[in-house]
Structure formats: C-alpha cells, structure tokens
C-alpha cells in the first residue's frame, strides 16, 4: 500500500517552513482532506467553539473505579519534575495489543502522580471506540515528511485515569482509519514504516504547536524509534527541542520493524545514512536499529532481558549494536496498576479474598468452573493460561507435555487466548478430547481473564523469552501460583520453591522443551497431592509481593536525569 500524500516533487528533504496550526478555537475551517466524516466532526467542533459550547463528544464510560484510598508517594522535589511525552503505538485502554499498552499506561499514570508533566502521542485508530471516550478537536496542522510529502493530521485530546493525564490522538485517516494497530486478520500493514514515520515527526510538530517543549521524549519500541532519529536529523527544523533527551524502551526486540530501503526518501534521511552502523540491516531499514544508534538512554523492561538482549539469541540480530551501548542500557521491570489488579476489591470477580482470608477464592474457582463448562471439582488442581497464542509464548510446549499429562493425572485445564490458527485449533481439540479436563475460549475478554486468575491454583507461562511478563505478575498477586520458564523477566519476578535464600512464589523450569514443562508441572501437582501447607505459603507469598508503578517511576526518574546529563543539561535547567 503506498502513502497518501500531497507531494511537491522539488524536494528531497523535508520543507523547513514551519508547520501551520489550525486551532479549534480559531473561527476557520481546519483543512482535513483525509476524510469526510472527519471534517463534518472538525467542522461542528469548530462551530461549537466559536459559540463557547462544548465541541461534540460521547458520554465516557470508564472502567470501574476501585473505591479505595491511595496513598500518596513523595513526590520528587520541584526542581526534578519533568516534562515528559510519551509516544507509542498502544497505550491502554485505548489500544491495546500486548503489554506495551499496559506499561504505558502504568508508567504515564504514575508519573504524574509523582508530580510530572506527562502527555501521551498515540494514533487516532478507528479500532477506538468513541463511545467509550470524551474526546475534544485541538486543531489540525499539516506534517512535512520526506520528498516534499505533506499530509494535514487532526489532533484530538482525551484524558488516562484519575490523573487527567492527556492524551494527544494524531488521526490520518489514511494511516490510522483501521481497526487493528499493526495489521489485520491476512497480515501485517504493508504501510507500516510510512505510518509510524508519521506518528514520530507528528509527536515533535505537535508539541511545537501546542507550545508544550519537553524535557525528554520517552518513545516505546520501534513504533516510535524515530523520534530519536528525526531530533538528530534535522536540528535546523527542530530547534525548541535543543535540551530534550530522549529515552526509548525496548519492550520486544523481537519486533525492530524491518522495511524496504524504498522509504528511506519518505523519512528525510540523507542515503548516506543507509549504513549498517546505523538503519541499513542486510539492505532493508530497521527502524529501532536507528533509534537505538541515537536514543540518549535506553531501557529494557527487566534486568534479566538487558543481560539476554546482549546475547546472539537474545539480541535477535541486534546483539552487538546493542553491547556497543551497555553503558547507556538499564533494566526496569514494569508494574502492575495495583488498584485494577487487586482481589480483595476487584469488582469483575465472583467473590472477593486476600492473602490473609483466601476463602474467596474457593468460590472463585468453583465460579470459574461453572462458567467454562468444566466439573465444579475442588479437588483437582485447576491449571490455566492466558496468553497470546505464539511460539514465543511457549505454546507449542503445552502441546507436547498436556496430552499426556492430561491422561496421566487428574487435573483441570483453562486457556483464554487467541493467535496462530494452528495453535487455536490445538486448543479446540484438545477441549474436544478432554471435555470434563479442558475449557478453552480462543480470543480475549478483560472480566474473563480477572476470573481465570483468581480461579486457578496454577498459571502457566513456558515462554521462549519474556521480556518482562505481566501475567505472572497478575497471577500471582491472585493466588495463581506460576509454573513457568526461567526467562526474561520472570527469572526478576518469579522465586523457585528450592530457592535458598528467598521464600518461593512459585515452581521455574530452565529447559524449553516439553519435557520440561510437565517435569514442573508434576511438581505443582505433587505439592497439591502431599503439601497443601507448602502450596498455601507459596501462594500467601506470591499474593504478598508488591510489584507497583511507583517503584518503577522512580527508577525512571533516575533514567531521565542520567539522559538529561549526556544531552548536556544539568538538573533544574529544563522545563
């Protein structure tokens, strides 16, 4: 699919005329020629504006607000509050695909309870529901790409949370007029280099516009890896962001966005740059290979993945571009938004327990039992997953070890997930084969998962690698004690049972063959057979542990003045 686009064909690199801003409030027509619909919507917002009413928006309806009172942490003193914008391509519960939506969204909430500035860039996708959201027209301007491309974004503004923390929607319909966030049901978007180039070079043009200077630019996996990039390439356009660092996450370098050198014009990159120590990689550009090269400061989302991505296997090709930048890496292991994901108040389940009254979740397990189809037997250990079904997430493990096991023993199985056919298919069967031992529900829904983990009595999660992983975390804060691998970020969050010097939180397993997987499962069935008061500890520990965003904004916060220092500014001089 090639770019919309209004082409000057005279220029290679991108126009140095700043970009117009059309604001809603102003009494003109804001130029939005990607879409009808939306111009009929920039239209009446304009009129309601000029009339000092409210521009047009739906009633929201929030998630559920858990009635509990937060404590506050210190914020960090005045001098040390930053400006900070956020771009991604998920952020919860916007758009979502996988955990990058949910760090996003802890990480941005947290910070501004902690006294930032914080705003969030993500894309307008028509996958948004507008039902859900209020939503308000701040203007249109028009964002100059390479080879004289022009293309006018609307921007829209809606808010995260009891913090108000804005989110600033860029909506193209061109781009982002789709309901899926990098492809759809036949694969992935052919666009996507040209999409997310987008985003990047709209992030920087509309906090110029809306005269919001950052200290840092925080940008999230290779969706947004060209921030970096677009700073360092064009400083005679970019001048007001002369003090901003930036900082990009590696969430998954799995993903590096890998396209056709053809876009290299699109960007506004001299071909000169088309080196391997910078995007070239083996004649494709690899867009978080570039932002790697000129990020300020990086991060991974655990300690144990910022070892492993400097390793051949973990580095996913990127090993040795990654190690030449191990002193500007640090691990920071993501959070878990602790007033959703509570069980003692969690509104979604069927009975409400905690670590020092777990007879809720008896009734959870019974609930969730019914609810699947499955015997409601409070005997049998009820194993469950909850994932993305992906080799990377171990899935195919599961199908080598749970049919045996599943003849062998006596024990019950859920799964809620959704991905490669093959694999859907598997777990069909599999509930097919073994119906009073297996329920399985292929696709995602938020309130079922709450009840598979607050039913269960083990979670398993045999990842390949696991940058971070949210879901043991989940897991455990619900009493679902882990049976997973040794990885990533588990190997951060997860204590073996045999551990010498900690309690354990649940049972690790270091092979990634089948094999492996149900060696640690018989594990978990013998505690069950022969040690319930071993298995009760190993659950009141894991429910004990505390894994919040708060804890991982203050390590943040020593990210960003880390970066600040190699951009050259001192503590207290930017904002």
Request: with cysteine.
């Amino acid at each position: 699919m090639k770019p919309s686009e209004r082409s000057s064909k005279k220029q290679s690199r991108p126009s140095e005329k700043r970009a117009k801003w059309t604001l809603a409030s102003d009494k003109q027509e804001a130029p939005l020629p990607e879409s009808t619909e939306l111009q009929q919507i920039a239209d009446e917002a304009l009129q309601a504006a000029s009339e000092k009413k409210a521009p047009r928006s739906q009633k929201a309806r929030s998630r559920p607000v858990v009635a509990r009172r937060r404590v506050a942490p210190p914020a960090p003193p005045q001098e040390s509050r930053r400006k900070i914008v956020f771009v991604a391509a998920e952020c919860a519960p916007l758009a979502k695909v996988g955990g990058v939506g949910d760090a996003v969204e802890g990480l941005a909430l947290a910070l501004a309870r902690r006294g930032h500035q914080v705003r969030v860039i993500l894309p307008f996708y028509a996958g948004i529901d507008r039902s859900k959201i209020v939503t308000s027209l701040l203007g249109s301007c028009c964002v100059h790409m390479g080879a004289g491309q022009e293309h006018w974004i609307a921007v829209w503004e809606t808010f995260l949370g009891e913090e108000r923390v804005p989110v600033w929607l860029v909506d193209y319909q061109s781009y982002f007029g789709r309901p899926g966030v990098y492809d759809e049901p036949t694969g992935e978007y052919a666009d996507n280099a040209y999409r997310f180039a987008l985003l990047a070079k709209a992030a920087l043009e509309i906090c110029k516009s809306l005269a919001f200077i950052p200290d840092l630019f925080h940008v999230h996996d290779w969706p947004a890896a060209l921030v970096p990039v677009f700073l360092k390439a064009w400083p005679h356009l970019l001048s007001p962001f002369g003090k901003t660092a930036t900082v990009l996450t590696l969430h998954n370098v799995g993903h590096q966005g890998k396209y056709g050198s053809s876009v290299m014009p699109y960007l506004g990159l001299e071909w000169t740059r088309f080196q391997p120590d910078f995007i070239e990689d083996y004649g494709q550009v690899n867009l978080l290979k570039a932002g790697v090269h000129d990020a300020d400061f990086l991060t991974t989302v655990s300690p144990a993945y910022a070892d492993e991505i400097l390793e051949p296997v973990g580095g996913c090709g990127l090993a040795p571009f990654f190690a030449r930048r191990k002193n500007d890496l640090r691990g920071i292991l993501n959070g878990v938004e602790e007033t959703r994901w509570d069980p003692e108040v969690d509104p979604l389940l069927p009975a409400n327990f905690s670590a020092r009254n777990l007879s809720g979740k008896s009734r959870c397990k019974e609930a969730l039992q019914r609810r699947m189809g499955l015997p409601a037997r409070s005997d049998l250990p009820l194993f469950a997953m909850v994932s993305r079904l992906h080799l990377q997430k171990g899935i195919h493990l599961v199908r080598d070890a749970l049919p045996s096991l599943l003849r062998e023993e006596s024990i019950q199985c859920v799964f809620l997930g959704s991905g490669e056919a093959e694999f859907e298919e598997f777990l069909r069967g599999l509930a097919r084969t073994f119906p009073d031992q297996v329920a399985a529900s292929v696709g995602f829904s938020e309130e079922l998962s709450h009840w598979i983990f607050a039913g269960s009595d083990f979670f398993l999660m045999p990842s390949l690698y696991e940058p971070c992983g949210l879901s043991q975390l989940y897991a455990m804060r619900y009493g679902s004690i882990p049976v997973a691998r040794a990885t990533g970020g588990i190997r951060n969050t997860v204590i073996d049972l045999e551990d010498k010097e900690r309690p354990g939180t649940g049972l690790l397993f270091l092979e990634p063959t089948g094999q492996g997987l149900t060696a640690a499962c018989r594990r978990a069935i013998d505690l069950w057979e022969k040690a319930p008061e071993t298995l009760t500890a190993l659950r009141v520990e894991g429910m004990k542990q505390l894994f919040s965003w708060t804890r991982t904004a203050r390590e943040y916060e020593e990210v960003y003045t880390e970066a600040l220092r190699r951009r050259g500014v001192s503590a207290g001089s930017t904002g």
